[in-house]
T-cell receptor, first 112, second 113 residues
Framework: SQKIEQNSEALNIQEGKTATLTCNYT??????LQWYRQDPGRGPVFLLL?????KEKRKERLKVTFDTTLKQSLFHITASQPADSATYLC???????????FGKGTMLLVSP | NAGVTQTPKFQVLKTGQSMTLQCAQD?????MYWYRQDPGMGLRLIYY???????DKGEVPNGYNVSRLNKREFSLRLESAAPSQTSVYFC????????????FGPGTRLLVL
């Protein structure tokens, strides 16, 4: 069966460190993968998109990698800040399909 | 620009009652989506509309109907609410084509007693 797996346990890190979140998938051939941020009581907000033929994408303190052999994407936040505390969702669009499928998200807590 | 707006923000229904959740976007997007989000389940697609005049079922369409009223508006209707439909409902829209970057509304929190 198809699965998108993100760590269900919250990730706790100290301010200034690099946070690394993982998104693993099985039985998908994604055309691309996206990362969203969701704050409590709010809708998800798009952060980054990476396509199947791209290895890495950066935006300010954010970096996403995409390894289609390992079937994994890593999401990094460098120099993390308490304001980065949120739930981060990965989502992928399977090749030949037309809608996104979301993972359940990982909560990130950055302490001062 | 307001982006994607949803009404109401909160709603309490009794089992068997009906209601319509409203969604509007002012970004001239072609595609619109309805998701529900439950603890431990993540976001699940209920219905989507690739363009004005078309609608398609998503992963969990049972118990829901949708209407793409025009390019701006996409409504979700619960004809006979059930406690299993207690959830947070999000509307989203996409600019270019299906599956691209999605812009989400603030959500509607629905409790069915």
């Amino acid at each position: 069966s198809q699965k998108i797996e993100q760590n269900s346990e919250a990730l706790n890190i100290q301010e200034g460190k690099t946070a690394t979140l993982t998104c693993n998938y099985t039985n998908y051939s994604p055309a691309y993968l996206q990362w969203y941020r969701q704050d409590p009581g709010r809708g998800p907000v798009f952060l980054l998109l990476i396509r199947e033929n791209e290895k890495e994408k950066r935006k300010e303190r954010l970096k996403v990698t995409f390894d289609t052999t390992l079937k994994q994407s890593l999401f990094h936040i460098t120099a993390s800040q308490p304001a980065d505390s949120a739930t981060y969702l990965c989502a992928l669009m399977n090749s030949g399909y037309s809608t996104l499928t979301f993972g359940k998200g990982t909560m990130l807590l950055v302490s001062p | 620009n307001a982006g994607v707006t949803q009404t109401p923000k909160f709603q309490v229904l009794k089992t068997g009652q009906s209601m319509t959740l409203q969604c509007a976007q002012d970004m001239n997007h072609n595609s619109m989506y309805w998701y529900r989000q439950d603890p431990g389940m993540g976001l699940r697609l209920i219905y989507y509309s690739a363009s004005e005049g078309t609608t398609d079922k998503g992963e969990v369409p049972n118990g829901y109907n949708v209407s793409r009223l025009n390019k701006r508006e996409f409504s979700l209707r619960l004809e006979s609410a059930a406690p299993s439909q207690t959830s947070v409902y999000f509307c989203a829209s996409t600019q270019r084509g299906l599956g691209e970057t999605q812009y989400f509304g603030p959500g509607t929190r629905l409790l069915v007693l």
